[in-house]
């Protein structure tokens, strides 16, 4: 049944947050989300009268708005798995970026730096070194809370192949934070966290701030999958558009996004 233009505009008010940060998230470039997220709506208001029913308006909107980001994407290369350290290299090189940074935090009041922040940012980006395929589903199961079917709807595959993005996916981004994350292994070469907090919080011990977290808390018990999904929640519990620390983080994810393109040769 053909849904009204009020039950698909109430539906699209309320899923636009999450349909904006989901596409900041693959997209890595808050402009792009707000264009996307506009276009999406346009698109369906277009084609509401093609919409099926076989799915939820949320599911619909969402493979709307996959489908523009995918078409740019796939022309664009993955970033590597050590992201944190090239750009970490390139803002030492840089005195603007920590300039600018600390503009904001002076100055802003969504610009405080938290750990908790730093960890989803951290996600975004190294979820980049991923097959495309393997970041979106990831997205959407762990961090969006879609059931396989939905996603193979949105993805336009099927949910075998579904599960099999989701298991390859999430097998990689543990492994790689296992070996990278100093919040979780004490060998872990990633300080990154630790590091900006004693920079935008100099008067605050950032072990002290690192422990609030239930991840770094349960790290001693070693149970990789247990540590993916409380950083899975950490996620979800940060909206990257409205946070206290939202303007600080995406300058943050500008200059990495930026430093990227530079590296993989993009524009």
Same mark, same amino acid.
């Given at each position: ?10 539906? /699209?008010?309320? +899923?636009?947050? $999450? @349909? ?9 470039? *808050?402009?792009?989300? =707000? ?87 951290? /996600?975004?980006? +190294?979820?980049? $070194? @991923? ?9 959407? *199961?762990?961090?969006? =809370? ?122």
């Amino acid at each position: 049944m053909e849904p009204s233009l009020n039950s698909l505009t109430a539906e /699209f008010e309320r +899923v636009k947050g $999450s @349909l904006k940060s989901y596409i900041l998230r693959i997209m890595a470039n *808050k402009q792009d989300a =707000e264009d996307i997220v506009q276009e999406t709506w346009i698109r369906a208001h277009r084609s509401l009268a093609n919409f099926k029913g076989d799915s939820s308006i949320k599911t619909w909107l969402f493979a709307i708005a996959q489908n523009i980001a995918r078409d740019h994407l796939r022309s664009l290369k993955r970033w590597p798995e050590n992201v944190g350290d090239i750009a970490k290299d390139a803002a030492m090189k840089d005195p603007d970026f920590f300039r600018e940074a600390m503009t904001i935090h002076k100055t802003s009041p969504e610009a405080q730096f938290e750990i908790r922040e730093h960890i989803a940012l951290c /996600f975004t980006c +190294v979820s980049r $070194s @991923l097959p495309l395929e393997q970041q979106l589903a990831l997205m959407l *199961k762990e961090v969006y =809370e879609f059931t396989a079917k939905e996603i193979a709807k949105i993805m336009e595959t099927n949910e075998a192949m579904v599960k099999y993005y989701l298991h390859t996916g999430r097998s990689k981004m543990i492994d790689v934070f296992d070996k990278r994350c100093a919040l979780i292994n004490k060998e872990g070469a990633c300080h990154q966290c630790t590091e900006l907090n004693g920079i935008f919080n100099p008067k605050q011990n950032a072990q002290e701030e690192a422990v609030k977290i239930q991840m770094v808390r349960d790290a001693a018990k070693k149970d990789k999958e247990h540590l993916f999904d409380l950083r899975m929640m950490v996620m979800q519990e940060i909206d990257p558009f409205a946070s206290p620390a939202t303007e600080l983080q995406l300058h943050h994810l500008e200059f990495d996004r930026k430093v990227m393109n530079e590296h993989t040769g993009q524009d």
